[in-house]
């Protein structure tokens, strides 16, 4: 059964039609067919259950199609069970924001449900508005050299990954380990280096949130001032004084700029510019003149900047452009071709800076007071110094780390595949990490005593089952929203990130997706008005389907992404805010965007002519192709 935004009527409001108060409950949502035991996948804290029916019923809980745009595979569930805990304990125990705690997990078939949460005693406020004051206060006065020390951290701990190798058991123990007299073997190191692995991963996850919070924090904080001082500014305006600010996560796409420029200037932009895949093209350039000088320039373009995900880094089976060169040579190929028209690749930073300057200029003329001014000067600075870190750390680590992380885990595949506990390397990923450990185990006690380990038997047929179920999952939509909307939400991530606002809610409330030719509504997020033909991406393996002009309408879309932004006239998303990628990046390439808008993905199809209109926030089809 497939339940979309399916709403519980309020018919208490005299001479009106019936008003939707509230979201299905997520004890409504039933399993599709096929996909009956999904729940085995996932441990059993983060399944809804009849023992907390009171408290999840109660609740509002969103789709993360953000972060987990398709079903979790049980050892991605890594990535969420880090941050349910490391972005919670920073809004609940380490700063503590005052009004905010954390946010809670649930799976629902397979799909990853999140909600934030309050603080509901009010007498507690004070208490943590004294703690939040003078720690947070702390960060913001010395954010350069924190944020110096937090790149030296992170960088450190992609090294400690780098350095984990995941080999085979050897048949006998090499002589080094016997005459060095370690004392510990082949067994105890692949122990230990899953273990390190395991605690790798949590470890950048913690720095993950270390900043990040109170980077939203400071933005929202100079969102509130602008919009009590400039009653009736938009978010868009107040975005635009912050714009223009060159981030470290548009380096990948620099350097893509830069080998479009060195292949004219070594004359080898003919081999690029064909429609032949990056392993043709590859070896055409081997046996080119100057060819060997252009490879030289994408090896060292390579590191670091291709450990660069296609999604957002959270999932494993999004292809990375180190393993995976076709983004990267679509985008040199349009960088090649834009050049060979006379264009301009250069992102447009001047105008970007130009009307950054302009704008926070009239703004500031309009302050009544100097107090006024001076406290418009210090939230707009520290809005600007914080934002590079709010962008940053999606590369070093979403990107940098994780990506190196599933090749890590893929070579413990590689392990279990040499050992007969799998049939492919990618099967590592239908096992929780907790899983994984008790078949290591069972891997090393096969090894030591030289009987079969009984995980050759146990584990393939469970696996099958787990593919099957995940298949049929993938198929089911799940709704955007489900229980009951809050009356306040005040956790800055859900407002920043994610655009879950109480106008959000009420809109998605009142729509139906299967409702044709609607105008949805969302965060106006870029500015500009544009009217085309729509391309529905679901996939990253879609984007190279993306012709010139085209509309992007997606899920939400990743960092990697940038060089498509050359190529599309607009982008429209079903989930995020302000700061979500899909705003700032078209805030910085100057296209229209409409995010969050929850449903466009459901209700638009590609072909159909729509009107993004990011000034106000609106997305209207014209005109459908036939269903």
């Not at 292809?319 to 040579?329: K, T």
């Not at 799940?478 to 809050?486: C, K, N, S, V």
């Not at 870029?526 to 085309?532: I, L, Y």
């Amino acid at each position: 059964m497939n339940i979309v935004n399916k709403v519980e009527a309020d018919s208490g409001s005299a001479g009106s039609a019936e008003r939707k108060t509230r979201f299905a409950s997520p004890f409504d949502i039933t399993t599709p067919a096929g996909a009956e035991g999904w729940e085995k996948m996932f441990p059993y804290f983060a399944l809804i259950s009849q023992e907390r029916r009171e408290l999840e019923e109660g609740k509002f809980w969103f789709f993360d199609g953000m972060h987990n745009p398709e079903p979790l595979y049980p050892f991605d569930t890594i990535m969420t069970e880090n941050w349910w805990v490391a972005a919670s304990q920073m809004t609940t125990r380490v700063w503590p924001i005052p009004p905010a705690m954390g946010i809670d997990h649930r799976i629902i078939n397979g799909y990853l449900y999140i909600s934030p949460n309050a603080v509901t005693d009010p007498s507690v406020i004070p208490e943590r508005q004294e703690l939040f004051a003078r720690r947070a206060g702390h960060y913001f006065e010395n954010w350069d050299s924190i944020y110096d020390e937090w790149k030296k951290k992170a960088v450190n701990c992609i090294d400690r990954l780098k350095a984990l190798s995941f080999k085979p058991l050897p048949t006998y123990e090499p002589e080094e380990s016997v005459f060095k007299h370690r004392g510990v073997y082949s067994s105890h190191d692949l122990l230990t280096s899953y273990n390190r692995l395991i605690e790798n991963m949590l470890e950048m996850g913690s720095y993950h949130f270390e900043m990040l919070n109170l980077g939203y924090g400071a933005y929202l904080t100079f969102r509130e001032f602008c919009q009590h001082a400039f009653p009736g500014i938009t978010d868009q305006t107040v975005t635009s004084m912050v714009s223009g600010i060159d981030i470290l996560l548009f380096r990948p796409d620099d350097e893509l700029r830069r080998l479009a420029h060195l292949a004219v200037a070594l004359n080898v932009a003919d081999i690029l510019v064909t429609d032949e895949g990056p392993e043709v093209v590859l070896q055409k350039l081997k046996n080119a003149p100057f060819g060997g000088a252009w490879l030289e320039g994408l090896e060292k373009a390579k590191e670091p900047w291709f450990w660069f995900s296609t999604g957002v880094g959270y999932t494993h089976s999004d292809p990375v452009w180190m393993d995976d060169l076709r983004l990267p040579f679509t985008a040199i190929r349009g960088y090649i071709e834009a050049l060979r028209r006379g264009e301009e690749i250069r992102r447009p930073l001047e105008q970007i800076l130009e009307k950054r300057t302009r704008v926070t200029s009239e703004y500031r003329a309009l302050l009544a007071t100097d107090d006024d001014r001076a406290a418009f000067d210090g939230l707009i600075d520290l809005t600007r110094k914080v934002f590079p870190y709010v962008e940053d750390h999606n590369f070093y680590v979403e990107h940098w780390h994780h990506s190196i992380f599933w090749s890590k885990v893929r070579e413990l595949g590689d392990v279990f595949v040499a050992h007969k506990f799998f049939s492919d390397r990618e099967d590592i990923f239908y096992l929780h990490r907790h899983e994984i450990y008790d078949a290591l185990y069972d891997l090393l006690i096969g090894w030591a005593t030289g009987s079969q380990s009984r995980g050759e038997i146990y584990w393939k047929p469970i696996i099958a089952e787990r593919r099957k179920i995940r298949d049929v999952l993938a198929k089911w939509s799940p709704p955007p929203a489900l229980g009951l909307p809050p009356e306040n939400i005040t956790e800055p991530l859900t407002v920043m990130l994610w655009g879950i606002t109480q106008e959000t809610l009420q809109e998605w409330l009142g729509v139906d997706p299967n409702a044709a030719g609607k105008a949805l509504k969302g965060v106006a997020a870029s500015a500009g008005k544009v009217t085309g033909r729509a391309r529905v991406i679901t996939e990253p393996s879609q984007l190279y389907e993306i012709d010139q002009g085209d509309i992007l309408v997606c899920r939400v879309t990743a960092p990697s992404w940038a060089p498509v932004f050359t190529r599309v006239s607009a982008a429209v998303s079903d989930v995020g805010g302000m700061m979500a990628h899909t705003a700032i990046i078209c805030r910085e390439y100057g296209l229209p965007a409409v995010v969050g808008t929850g449903f466009a993905t459901s209700s638009i199809r590609t072909g159909d002519l729509i009107e993004v209109d990011g000034n106000v926030g609106t997305v209207r089809v014209i005109e459908e192709v036939s269903r």
